[in-house]
């Protein structure tokens, strides 16, 4: 197993979050060159670092963001086909990310509002499944990479739709195994090492097929399912270091 394996699955999240901050400026000065480009610091970089739990994928983690290439894919759909950066909205974040936690805090026009239970970023310390939150209160949220942690998924999408504004939208991405029709879960396995060989990763829960998007209308959105290799040409998709196959999961609230 190599260092950084060792190191993701070793180490809980919390201290991970806290030591990033200080390796982040040291890594962006280090890796700094020709190559790669980080839309989201807007710089450049000779490459990037491998990161995977499982499998190591190859310029996947960049530099001083510490952004990955979902984490990529979605700045460029926001900046592009939004407008999360001028419009005034009431933004909620589930587990934020460093690559945008203080980025979105210093954007005046937004009321942006973190939840978790654990993470050192979180202005909320709470159960997504009970959100300490008026109903239709929120423009905005974001859910990426959570669902999958979360035993009772369809309690914490409920109180997602309940918590968002009619007419608002959400990206709630999760690891989707496109060739998997139906979501492969069950409870009675506990076992971290279990956990990684089935559903990808230590402390996952399941692992989502294609009927992800049923879940997400069940709960009452309306869903759309963004393919990064729609979305972007393939000399962005290099220049950016994205994953052409991941699908952004695009959600609404109707009016």
Known sequence: ????????????????????????????????????????????????????YGRLRENALSPATMSLERHRAL???????????????????????????????????????????????????????????????????????????????????????RVMKPGGYGIFQIPLDKNREKTFEDPSITDPSKRAELFGQYDHVRIYGRDYFKRLREAGFGTEALEIKALFTPDEIEKFALDKEEILPLVKKPL
């Open 75 to 161: 700045w460029l759909f926001l900046k592009r086909r939004t407008d999360f950066f001028k419009k005034p909205a009431a933004v909620l974040h589930i587990a934020p990310e460093q690559a945008f936690y203080k980025r979105f805090k210093r954007l005046k026009h937004l009321e942006y509002i973190t939840v978790d239970l654990h993470s050192p970023l979180a202005d909320v310390k709470a159960d997504i499944t009970h959100l300490p939150f008026d109903d239709n209160r929120f423009d905005v949220i974001f859910c990426n990479h959570v669902l999958e942690h979360i035993p009772d998924d369809r309690k914490a999408i409920s109180e997602l739709y």
């Open 1 to 52: 197993m190599s260092l950084i394996r060792l190191i993701l699955n070793r180490i809980p999240r919390p201290i991970l979050i806290r030591a990033s901050m200080y390796f982040m400026p040291l890594a962006g000065f280090f890796y700094r060159g020709k190559g790669l480009i980080d839309p989201i610091n807007g710089r450049s970089y000779r490459k990037f670092l491998p990161y995977g």
